[in-house]
């Protein structure tokens, strides 16, 4: 039997709930949030912010050609150092989100000095 008390009950309940969920944004998909990632690294590089920049890289970074973070620390300050300003255009190609803390992406990038 269904009384008035609780069906006052569920509809506050149910009025709770939904404005608990309007209170926040729903997250951002994974790809889009890696989207950002990357628009937001291209602003920093495009500002010469190698501190930013180096903010965005692990302190473990290694690649296939044997760079560390260190070196590609070197590599920015070289690239800004020389460089009166810095131009990008980046093409993401694709990206495959790969859990929950790591993505592969693929994507060309041409730099104007």
Known sequence: MVTASS?????????????????GEPPAPPEEAVRAWLGAAELEAEAK????????ISEAYADTRGNSRADLDRLFRLLFLRQASVSLLVDIESITVLGDSAAEIKLKAGMAG
């Open 49 to 56: 912010d190698r501190g930013a920049l180096m903010d965005r």
């Open 7 to 23: 069906g006052i009950r569920a509809g506050a309940i149910a009025l709770l709930a939904s404005w608990l969920a309007a209170c």
